[in-house]
């Protein structure tokens, strides 16, 4: 290819990946499929690799990032930004009602909007492209963040429809909270803290150097308000419908996260029905905005100091109630992580008994100066575990005692120890502590790791009980004769259990490295070395430099790979993993044959034979190359049933050879 069909080709899969990428994003309505997409994408990041001087600072594959930003530049924002002035109660609204009606002629017309409770962005486009993130800070200035924002799918790169040539977009950068738990989950999974709410961790993730890492957490973002643009629409209100239309996602009227309405009333209805209902959204709130829709009436309100006269924010009260701590108890993770427990007298809070909250660590409880009996407030954030957020003082018994924090393992009495720079504190007894023990092996036998079936924490915990078990290469060693014996165990729930056992042999490298447990070693870092060192050998082989050679394997992670494989103990594991059988190398899949190099195909409906996916792996496996959309240079459409009849018509037009699924196995036995 030239460098001019280079550009043409650029141009058309940029314009492509856009339209895709926002039918997915903010339309929710997707036409191609994630593997189509992503083949499209994986056809640019090459013509860039290619092509460098084609590689545009807006291009659709700064989605998955790779941008570093080493230092984050200060920017002067050209529109200050202010803050809302806040209310706590319907009557603070009702005055503020009164206040602006005796400031501005006419009738007012209001909008009211959730208040996301996110991190403030303000987003320059010039010409239709996005120029420039820049963070809140203190409101005058605030910090670059382009790079990272370009990560967020929902914001577009490029806009479309009638724009204006340089205008600021603002709005609030949030952690979704499903993405969140994700992340949260991976933590756990790997031993690493979990973040304690979707606010902070939003803020910063925002500032991490590497925006491939921020592309993987998934952040969010909803627009509230456009600067700069003059004739767009006379209201806040319309001139939120229009930025739909150069494609932005705005918040949707049919969900009711926006309203407009003329009345002290419709007002009241809004914050009344999301006091109820805030729980079930998908993302924090943690209010509501109250804003003058008319441009011409927000003028005339001004601003003072801080806030314009034309906004208000309602903040929701976090639920608080007060009662009394009984006992703290410590829990050991599976990494031998003690959290401490709160257990508390029975409270109704958010519409569910409370009787327990974390406290996260000991510095949690020397912050809170926690006594036992204490009357504690307990609130519910965002987080689904309540937390103590004070302690009544003045309640307290002059004999009260003090929660210190433990020194020894509540489970085998080892002394603890806590890291440098970690607030958690460890039972460093791996292999000897029960609940340790118990966890790595749930881990191994769990959903992402090696999932066996007919294993669950229960059985595993009487296997442990009457000491069949005590490490996973134990497992190997059951017999049914052995399972059988256990209470409750039917013949046939023995056998399920043995050949579950069995069958997690078959499991690839990746699961049962995964399945080891290493601390920080997540699902997504044990394919990333699976791939890298191909067998557990070379793994352990591995120097420090060899490991942080690889893709996003820092510091901390080598280290403790290393830590791992010191170990006599692990040692053993693995060899006795090993002599059972299992997969403990990459089972390179063959190229078959380089039969269909040069050749480029579109696969489209539904097959017998194989998946869609497959028949799309036999492609590449044969060195041809699988295309999204059909065009002239399109060397084979492979239609299955249920072939859309538009594409059908498109191949025949452009004269583009189609095979039916036998036609395409007979080119392959060719
Ligand atoms: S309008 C002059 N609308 O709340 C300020 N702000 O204290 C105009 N926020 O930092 C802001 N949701 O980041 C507006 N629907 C919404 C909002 C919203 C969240 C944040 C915003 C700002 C803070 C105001």
Same mark, same amino acid.
């Given at each position: 290819?030239?460098?001019? @069909? ?52 807006? $291009? ?13 530049? $200060?920017?002067?924002?050209?529109? *200050? ?10 009557? !603070? ?19 009211? @909007? ?43 790169? $490029? ?16 952690? *979704? ?13 790997? %031993? ?50 229009? =930025? ?32 109820? &209902? ?25 601003? #003072? ?18 009662? =009394?701590?009984? #006992? ?39 912050? /809170?100066?926690?006594?036992? $009996? ?8 965002? &987080?689904?575990? *309540? ?47 029960? *609940? ?18 007919? /294993? ?22 059951? #017999? ?21 056992? !069995? ?19 997540? @699902? ?29 394997? %820092? ?58 996916? @497959? /028949? ?53 036995? !060719?």
């Amino acid at each position: 290819m030239n460098q001019s @069909e280079a550009i043409e080709e650029v141009k058309r899969l940029t314009k492509e990946l856009n339209h895709h990428n926002h039918l997915y994003y903010v339309e929710s309505n997707p036409e191609i499929s994630d593997y189509d997409f992503d083949m499209l994408l994986k056809r640019l990041q090459e013509l860039e690799e290619q092509f460098p001087e084609l590689a545009d600072d807006n $291009s659709p594959t700064k989605r998955v990032g790779g941008d570093i930003t080493k230092k984050f530049e $200060s920017v002067v924002h050209k529109y *200050p930004m202010l803050s809302l002035s806040n209310s706590y109660s319907k009557d !603070e609204i009702e005055e503020w009602f009164v206040r602006i009606k005796k400031l501005v002629d006419g009738d007012l017309e209001y909008v009211c @909007e959730l208040k996301y409770d996110g991190v403030a962005i303000g987003i320059q486009y010039v010409n239709g492209q996005l120029k420039q993130a820049v963070t809140r800070g203190d409101g005058t200035q605030g910090e670059n963040v382009t790079n990272n924002v370009k990560t967020i799918r929902t914001i577009p790169l $490029s806009l479309t429809g009638d724009y204006p040539e340089d205008f600021e977009i603002r709005g609030e950068i949030f952690f *979704p909270l499903d993405n969140f738990e994700k992340l949260n989950e991976q933590r756990r999974e790997s %031993g690493e803290q979990e973040f304690a709410n979707p606010r902070n961790t939003a803020s910063g993730t925002l500032k991490m150097q590497d925006s491939k890492v921020v592309a993987e957490r998934g952040l969010d973002c909803f627009l509230y308000g456009v600067y700069g643009v003059t004739g767009t629409a006379n209201g806040h209100f319309e001139t939120v419908q229009k =930025v739909a239309d150069w494609g932005f996602k705005i918040p949707q009227q049919s969900k009711r996260y926006i309203e407009k309405t003329d009345s002290l009333e419709g007002v009241m209805n809004f914050i009344n029905f999301w006091n109820e &209902e805030r729980s079930k959204l998908p993302f924090e709130i943690d209010g509501i905005v109250i804003k003058v829709n008319q441009y011409h009436q927000q003028e005339e309100l001004g601003f #003072t100091a801080k806030s314009p006269r034309w906004a208000i924010a309602y903040k929701f009260k976090a639920e608080r109630v007060e009662t =009394v701590l009984d #006992t703290v108890t410590y829990q050991v993770g599976r990494t031998g992580a003690i959290t401490p427990v709160a257990n508390l007298q029975p409270v109704q809070l958010g519409g569910t008994t409370v009787k327990r909250a974390s406290l996260h660590n000991a510095d949690q409880i020397e912050k /809170l100066d926690l006594h036992l $009996s204490d009357q504690v407030f307990v609130e519910k954030g965002g &987080e689904i575990i *309540p937390k103590i957020v004070g302690v009544n003082t003045g309640a307290r018994l002059t004999t009260a005692q003090q929660v210190i924090f433990i020194e020894h393992c509540p489970e085998c009495s080892t002394e603890l120890i806590r890291r440098e720079g970690e607030a958690q504190h460890y039972c460093p007894n791996e292999t000897g502590c029960p *609940p340790q023990m118990k966890g790595k092996i749930e881990h191994f036998i769990g959903r992402k790791a090696l999932d066996i079936d007919g /294993l669950g924490a229960e059985t595993v915990d009487a296997l442990f009980e009457v000491g069949l078990i005590r490490n996973i290469a134990d497992l190997y060693e059951l #017999t049914f004769d052995q399972v059988v014996e256990l209470e409750r165990m039917a013949d046939k729930s023995a056998n399920n259990l043995i050949s579950g056992i !069995e069958a997690s042999k078959q499991k690839p490298f990746e699961k049962v490295l995964f399945g080891l447990g290493i601390r920080f070693v997540g @699902e997504t870092v044990a394919k990333k070395l699976a791939k890298s060192f191909k067998s557990i050998d070379a793994l352990k082989a591995a120097s420090f430099d060899d490991l942080v050679a690889v893709d996003e394997i %820092g510091d901390k992670i080598a280290m403790s790979i290393q830590a791992y494989f010191q170990e006599e103990e692990s040692q053993l594991l693995v060899d006795r993993l090993k002599s059972h059988g299992l997969i403990i190398e990459v089972e390179e899949k063959e190229s078959a044959s380089d039969k269909f190099a040069g050749l480029s195909f579109v696969v489209s409906g539904v097959f017998t034979a194989f998946s869609r996916n @497959e /028949l799309k792996e036999l492609i590449e496996t044969n060195g041809g190359k699988n295309v999204g959309s059909i065009s002239s240079k399109t060397s084979y459409v492979v239609a299955g049933d249920k072939m859309g009849p538009s594409k059908l018509k498109k191949a025949t037009d452009l004269g583009v050879k189609i095979l039916s699924e036998d036609e395409f196995i007979a080119l392959l036995n !060719e």
